[in-house]
């Protein structure tokens, strides 16, 4: 595996048949006893909401299944093996938005969760510039390196952080609460008013903080407070991570707030490596729901959810057409795949589907994972042989030094229907960090790489195009780290289409549905479905994407209390 040389395609590096080890295997059903058992509750799909909704419904002692197309549990939190001995967090890669009441009611870490929390969280290197920002949680760490750039933002920012910090805290009683709709009990409504209560008082009710940063274009803000443009380039990608936006677009400071109220272990907007990989999370989680008396099936895909007299009352297996009945039924999937792939029209009130049609799903992200022999030397910040620096346990941000970058890149993207000629790219390296990830002295690497629109010119990618894409991500890397594209072992590539293809995200969105102002809170599809007996367990509901849990617990208990 050393001395990897380029064959005649990046993306023929990966054995097309290899299916490594799953550790989920055992808590997995056979597929027969689906149909010898009744159950109170189904649930399509076992991303970690769909998990997470059976684990609390079979806690409070109801029968629930969970029902799998792949062959494997996690949906986006997943961890694959795709070359022996590299474990790959193939979708999502990092956990700080999993709440942390939900990790202590199904006791996940009982059930084997473990992380990583990293330290420092951010490295900007600059191509043609010996200096490079460093950010952490170490104030008087950050200042110095802020004041390579400017001594005014070193001055400021800690009081910025300050601000940023008081409005997640303040957030987050507005993203845990269940939004009210026409179907909510008046109790949930009643929480749901206490919650917006907590966040004006965590806000000292100054709400036109909270309106200026979640409705402002996020370059308004950070031109408010700084000078710099490196500094305001690694905190503009929380605004548009994943989403199809640009800092310049009104809206993106919420997507900030989305990203930056979680943390772990009490380090506020820290992110961690799950050990294992990302698919740790749904494994915990499963075995927390297979003790709770839970039963999970894979590579059983659902063709429809059926309703009668007006109420959701089962499922149709695809492969022998097979119907699986229970009073309730919770959706995983996406609200486009639950409400128009799965279900008739004529089963669904005209304005809601109506509505539903309306979705936005349009998606800037190319995740592409590495297997590589020896990490990243970079330019700017050479290391000691195998031995990690500072800047290889952060999030890495390459080709995106000033917001007018990430703008172009957006603009290219959004005008062109092409993928960006000048991509932005936020490389992590979780092996230095977890052993368990990849042989001695290889690593695994992921880029998670905007902007690309899920067609190309109005058309499906080809191989080809793939590749060029693939190839100007590994020459802007080059440019900042030179020996890399010598370093690299295997590809695996996932555009958009491909995310939709395997993952089942529709369009690709890792948020089930584009994070813009008309899409948030009771702007997204609710719990409940306007069909008794059906719910929607997944990102597409409020708040939206991330690796949360906050719509698999809702939705669980909005059909405990129906």
């Not at 064959?7 to 010898?36: C, Y």
């Not at 031109?223 to 690694?234: R, T």
């Not at 128009?340 to 190319?366: C, N, Q, R, W």
Request: net charge neutral; with cysteine; glycine share 10%.
């Amino acid at each position: 595996m050393k001395n990897f040389k380029r064959s005649s395609s990046w993306l023929t590096t990966l054995p097309k048949k290899f299916q490594g080890a799953n550790p989920a295997k055992a808590l997995i059903s056979a597929p027969e006893e689906l149909k010898n058992k009744r159950y109170d509750a189904l649930v399509v799909g076992a991303g970690h909401n769909g998990l997470i909704a059976a684990t609390y419904l079979a806690k409070k002692g109801k029968k629930v299944a969970v029902i799998e197309k792949r062959h494997m549990i996690g949906g986006a939190a997943v961890t694959e093996e795709l070359l022996p001995g590299f474990h790959f967090s193939r979708a999502s890669y990092l956990m700080a938005l999993l709440r942390p009441e939900i990790i202590k009611e199904l006791d996940l870490v009982k059930h084997g969760l473990k992380w990583f929390v990293r330290e420092p969280h951010a490295f900007t290197p600059l191509r043609n510039d010996k200096r490079f920002l460093l950010l952490g949680s170490d104030a008087k760490a950050n200042r110095d390196s802020i004041a390579q750039f400017s001594q005014k933002d070193a001055k400021v920012y800690d009081q910025y952080n300050a601000e940023m910090e008081k409005l997640a805290d303040a957030i987050t009683h507005l993203m845990t609460a269940m939004p009210p709709d026409e179907r909510s009990h008046f109790v949930e409504n009643f929480n749901t008013g206490k919650q917006m209560f907590n966040m004006g008082k965590e806000l000292d009710w100054n709400f036109s903080l909270l309106h200026k940063v979640a409705t402002a274009p996020m370059s308004k803000i950070l031109d408010q407070w700084f000078e710099s443009e490196p500094l305001k380039a690694c905190l503009a990608t929380d605004a548009v991570i994943g989403a199809m936006l640009s800092p310049h677009t009104p809206g993106s400071g919420y997507v900030l707030l989305h990203h930056v109220m979680g943390g772990v272990e009490g380090h506020k907007g820290a992110w961690a490596y799950v050990e294992g990989g990302m698919g740790g999370v749904s494994l915990a989680i499963a075995k927390a729901l297979k003790e709770a008396g839970g039963d999970i099936y894979t590579e059983t895909p659902v063709s429809s959810i059926n309703v009668a007299n007006g109420k959701a009352h089962s499922l149709t297996l695809e492969a022998d057409g097979a119907t699986i009945s229970a009073s309730t039924i919770l959706a995983n999937t996406t609200p486009k795949v639950t409400y128009e792939h799965l279900m008739k029209e004529s089963d669904l009130p005209a304005g809601f589907l109506s509505d539903i049609k309306g979705i936005d799903y349009s998606s800037p992200v190319t995740k592409v994972n590495l297997a590589v022999d020896q990490l990243p030397t970079f330019k700017c910040a050479p290391h000691s042989g195998s031995t990690p620096g500072p800047h290889h346990f952060t999030t890495i941000h390459m080709n995106c030094e000033s917001m007018a970058d990430i703008d172009r890149a957006y603009t290219e993207c959004a005008t062109t229907g092409r993928p960006s000629d000048n991509p932005i790219i936020e490389m992590t390296i979780p092996s230095v960090l977890d052993k368990t990830l990849a042989p001695d002295g290889s690593h695994t690497i992921g880029l998670f790489t905007q902007y690309s629109p899920i067609t190309f010119e109005g058309k499906k990618w080809t191989a080809e195009q793939k590749e060029a894409y693939t190839d100007k991500l590994f020459n802007v890397i080059e440019d900042y780290a030179p020996g890399f594209k010598s370093s690299i072992l295997g590809v695996d590539v996932l555009t958009p289409q491909d995310i939709e293809d395997q993952i089942g995200l529709t369009g690709g969105n890792i948020f089930h549905g584009a994070m813009g102002l008309d899409q948030l809170f009771i702007g997204r599809p609710g719990y409940r479905s306007p069909i008794p007996g059906l719910y929607l367990c997944g990102s597409g509901s409020h708040p939206g994407g991330g690796v949360m849990g906050i719509p698999g617990k809702h939705a669980a208990l909005a059909a405990l209390s129906d």
